[in-house]
């Protein structure tokens, strides 16, 4: 039921279904692990950087779960190479 996709450039992203805020966190940082690894052997030089969005329910539009994620990303590269950031999204309040 997971989902990896190249959303463009060098960005991918990468939707964990039924995956809880820590677990969302392991598999990002094996993944952050696997790319560094694979980068150090190739003496790239390269580098990267992972946003993670939980929700605890999913939202209605599937933009704010990708703009979530970018802009945990952003937060992520602005830390420097390596970084993971991880924004958790609380339940909506019913509207009242």
């Known amino acids: 039921?997971?989902?990896a996709a190249r959303i463009g450039g060098d960005e991918f992203a990468v939707l964990l279904?039924?995956?809880d805020e820590?677990?969302?966190h392991a598999v990002a940082g094996r993944m952050l692990r696997?790319?560094?690894c694979v980068m150090e052997r190739a003496g790239a030089g390269l580098g990267a950087s992972v946003g993670v969005a939980c929700f605890q329910e999913p939202p209605d539009e599937p933009d704010v779960m990708l703009g979530t994620a970018d802009r945990a990303l952003y937060q992520a590269?602005?830390?420097g190479k390596g970084q993971m950031v991880?924004?958790?999204v609380p339940p909506q309040?019913?509207?009242g």
Do not use: F, G, L, Y
């Open 34 to 36: 696997a790319i560094t």
């Open 77 to 79: 590269k602005s830390q």
């Open 17 to 19: 279904h039924d995956c």
């Open 1 to 3: 039921m997971d989902i």
């Open 86 to 88: 991880v924004i958790s």
């Open 22 to 24: 820590a677990s969302a």
């Open 93 to 95: 309040s019913p509207a």
